[in-house]
């Protein structure tokens, strides 16, 4: 089946650093990208679309100069949160979709960031 | 605008019985798919079944199956002889039509399965 892997699965910073987090499509090429937030308890909320070689495309809210996100290749792309603050600590997950496949969205297994 | 609703934020079940989680949406679209994932305490989604908006026959996928009633907009989820392993969040999920593959998830439903 297709895996996704991202990268750190945690990670605690000091509030006003930038922490990157990525997401790797292991096995199939990603031509969509999606970054989602979770809230303890709560649902999923996407906060971009990511396509390879092109601008992402952000949900209404969602700061795009502090959620940075590159979709660099077909099996890369990379989230950064810039001068993290308390209020950025979450579960972010990324997902990806196959080229040439536009039902299905594979997750990765989610990285929980916590600034302190 | 799109929605999904997942009434029950809790359900119980006994080990080796059916349940039943729903879910109900609200689109304009004529094409849309529509999702059910499970996200385990380990916080992974794992997806389960899909069944798109012209698709006559309801999916299944081993014990999961979508109970797909679309003059109601509903798409509740079966599973059959439920499993202690089975206990875990479960998310309805909605892909917008159009061309487009943006995705929006319900609530959840909790379901507690007891031995």
């Known amino acids: 089946g297709a895996v996704v892997s991202q990268h750190p699965s945690r990670v605690i910073c000091k509030s006003g650093t930038s922490v990157k987090i990525e997401c790797r499509s292991l096995?199939?090429?990603?031509?969509?990208m999606f970054w989602y937030r979770q809230f303890p308890k709560k649902s999923l909320m996407l906060m971009a679309t990511?396509?390879?070689?092109?601008?992402?495309?952000?949900e209404q809210g969602v700061e795009k100069d502090k959620f940075l996100i590159n979709h660099a290749s077909l099996t890369l792309s990379t989230l950064t949160v810039t001068s993290a603050h308390p209020e950025d600590s979450s579960f972010y997950i990324c997902s990806a979709m196959m080229a040439l496949s536009g039902e299905t969205q594979y997750f990765g297994p989610g990285t929980r960031l916590l600034v302190l | 605008a799109q929605k999904i609703t997942q009434t029950q934020p809790g359900m119980f079940v006994q080990e080796k019985e059916a349940v039943t989680l729903d879910c109900t949406y609200d689109?304009?679209?004529?094409?849309?798919?529509l999702f059910w994932y499970k996200q385990p305490s380990s916080g992974e989604m794992i997806f389960l079944i899909y069944q798109g908006s012209y698709d006559e026959q309801n999916a299944t996928e081993g014990r999961y199956s979508l109970n797909f009633q679309k003059a109601r907009k509903s798409a509740n989820l079966v599973i059959s002889a439920s499993q202690l392993g089975d206990s875990a969040m479960y998310f309805c999920?909605?892909?917008?039509?159009?061309?487009?593959?943006?995705?929006?998830f319900g609530a959840g439903t909790r379901l507690f399965v007891k031995a």
């Open positions: 990511s396509n390879e070689g092109s601008k992402a495309t952000y």
């Open positions: 096995d199939f090429q990603a031509t969509t």
């Open positions: 689109t304009s679209d004529q094409s849309y798919g």
């Open positions: 999920a909605m892909r917008e039509g159009g061309g487009g593959f943006k995705t929006i």
